[in-house]
């Protein structure tokens, strides 16, 4: 709950405060510009190494005209309203979280614009206003509790929907979290402090009134005490009437124009009535002060750090969304196109929707590699195009990477399916372009090097030398259940309807194993036979021969299963050398 600027000023040093304030806004500003130039200088995919920056900066200039000036001018402001305001695309596929975000985005900017800038925005906007009277208690406590609603309902979310896969790890993302939660627990208990605070009570009396002693006060304090809950360790009640009856005198005449019961603040009140007890120790400790100190300075720290977290997306998604209505059917010139692949490496939420609708999650779960998975693929091709990736020294993690790239099925569904609106397709496409160039090919490309036969011996001599890890059905359910192809009766229909097969016939150069081979290697126990075979490799995931089966058996799905666990465990041995 960031601390309006005007109340802050009047307990914290001017020079202070606004050397503070400005040094923030300067770190804000500077992370945000050197954030966004990385949408024009980092290149993702061979085709955006041939752009250059003056392109780049040419297509955003001629982008940002036709959207101000162009005919699709109105259809950037419905987008800027349903899909920015109001996350009309989140709001489609996952309501909760579309409410969750909802009330983080409406409390935390309905606190900006009444609280911290109340000097600006509320006093403007309602003559008479002070932020001790009624709503205005009740508001600042609600747009706080709707920022904590809202990240506990994602929180919650995120711990009901969990599905076993490997989330992406974002500890600035969770430090930038425990920041704003840090900020609205120093202001709610800032507030109550004041509330329960006799000190806090004098100075005001001191004010208004021309007075501090306690005997001359007596009344007002007994109504103060009662209706306001300040914590007076002299004064117990029941308090006679007629003494009640002047306080209320003396507050009508002194305080009621500008302080309002504090019941209605429904969060910071019953916290003043647990600190009660110990309100006199934190005043002599002066409490006022340095918790204003850690509110204040925890929301310039929350600025000058938020380009330089994940929460940077809180800019990057609102640009992908306007960009995206800008151009009809995304379509963008080659300079838009580099420029919106890496604004894609900074708009993303780290939602998991992706994750969770992605059509080869079970084999990431099976295999043990994230990078199947979409939101890992993305920070994997945001570490490839800027170097990161190979600079590891861990080859391995290079050959994961490219393992979880070429085994995506391309099934859209991340694009379709993502809030931010990311073309992932897209990215994904570029991504696999940049790993061929870094020496790291698809699988299909380095199999393809030696025969079935010879992958299958390269596999047994690194069983017997210990160095290959021993497949079991957690990592290939399918193709390790019986149950999955014994009903198979060798009827050759896979193979007849085969559109793979029938290219291979046609261009005179048949493939070394037809699906019905396939199967059959499995009913005998030769699994490894068929990793490396072109039939595993070439398979079209048409679905031909699984709905043409009479059995019903699920050949693309062993297929599709048989090609993943082929990069898993061929990828161990590729340096084998058959003995000469």
């Known amino acids: 709950m960031a601390l309006a600027a005007t109340s802050v000023k009047k307990t914290m040093p001017h020079t202070l405060f606004h050397t503070a304030l400005y040094a923030s806004l300067a770190l804000c500003v500077l992370g945000l510009l050197w954030r966004s130039s990385a949408w024009f200088r980092v290149r993702v995919g061979p085709d955006a190494r041939a752009v250059t920056l003056s392109q780049r900066l040419g297509a955003l200039l001629r982008g940002t005209a036709t959207a101000l000036f162009g005919a699709r001018v109105l259809h950037i402001l419905g987008a800027c309203f349903l899909d920015v305001l ?31 800038f109340e ?23 609600l747009f706080g509790a709707m920022v904590v609603a809202g990240i506990a309902l994602l929180y919650f979310e995120r711990w009901r929907r969990r599905t076993g896969l490997v989330s992406v790890r974002r500890p600035m993302a969770a430090a930038f979290a425990v920041l704003l939660g840090f900020v609205l627990a120093t202001g709610y208990l800032l507030e109550a402090h004041k ?69 209605s603040a429904f969060v910071s009140y019953p916290v003043s009535r647990l600190l009660a007890p110990v309100t006199a120790l934190l005043d002599k400790g002066r409490a006022d002060i340095w918790l204003l100190y850690l509110h ?19 800019v990057a998604v609102p640009i992908s969304l306007l960009v995206n209505a800008s151009a009809p059917n995304r379509a963008f010139s080659a300079a838009g196109r580099a420029s919106r692949r890496a604004l894609a490496l900074d708009a993303c939420l780290r939602c998991g929707i992706c994750d969770a609708h992605c059509s080869v999650a079970p084999l990431a779960r099976h295999l043990g590699n994230p990078y199947l998975l979409p939101s890992h693929k993305l920070v994997a091709t945001g570490a490839l195009a800027n170097g990161r990736l190979l600079r590891s020294g861990r080859e391995s993690d290079g050959f994961r990477v490219a393992e979880g790239a070429f085994l995506c099925t391309d099934c859209g569904r991340c694009t379709n399916d993502c809030p931010a609106g990311l073309d992932l397709e897209d990215l994904w496409q570029a991504g ?74 046609a261009a005179d150069h048949r493939v070394d194993l037809t699906p019905q081979k396939v199967m059959n290697l499995l009913r005998l126990g030769l699994r490894d036979l068929t990793l ?40 161990a041995v590729r340096s084998w050398k058959a003995p000469s």
């Not at 000097?119 to 009277?133: D, H, Q, R, W």
């Not at 204040?296 to 809180?314: E, I, K, M, S």
């Not at 309807?497 to 016939?505: G, L």
């Not at 058996?553 to 898993?568: F, S, W, Y």
């Open 532 to 571: 490396g075979s072109r039939m595993v490799w070439d398979c079209a995931t048409c679905y031909q021969c699984q709905e043409n089966c009479p059995e019903g058996l699920r050949v693309t799905d062993i297929m599709c299963e048989l090609r993943a666990l082929a990069a898993h465990r061929l990828g």
């Open 296 to 314: 204040v300075f925890a929301c310039f720290l929350g600025l000058a750090t938020l380009p330089f977290t994940r929460f940077f997306h809180a």
């Open 432 to 505: 696999r372009g940049d790993l061929a160039a870094a020496g790291l090919p698809a699988p299909a490309q380095w199999v393809r090097a030696l025969p079935a036969l010879a992958w299958a011996e390269a596999l047994e001599a690194a069983a017997g030398q210990h160095t290959a890890t021993d497949p079991d059905a957690s990592c290939a359910p399918l193709s390790a259940d019986r149950r999955s192809f014994s009903r198979c009766v060798q009827c050759q229909t896979c193979t007849n309807v085969c559109p793979v097969v029938a290219q291979s016939i």
């Open 86 to 116: 109001l996350l009309r695309r989140l709001f489609a596929r996952e309501k909760p979280r579309w409410l969750g975000h909802l009330l983080i985005l409406a409390g935390f900017t309905l606190l900006l614009l009444m609280h911290a």
């Open 119 to 141: 000097a600006l925005v509320t006093v403007k906007l309602f003559p008479g206003y002070e932020s001790t009277l009624a709503p205005y208690l009740f508001l600042r406590n």
């Open 195 to 263: 509330i329960a605070s006799p000190q806090a009570f004098y100075r005001m009396a001191k004010r208004y009134s021309g007075t501090t002693d306690p005997g001359e006060l007596m009344p007002l304090r007994a109504v103060w005490a009662s209706e306001f809950g300040v914590a007076f360790d002299d004064l117990k009640e029941p308090f006679a009437s007629n003494v009640m009856e002047r306080g209320r005198q003396m507050h009508d005449a002194d305080c009621a124009g500008c302080h309002a019961k504090p019941a």
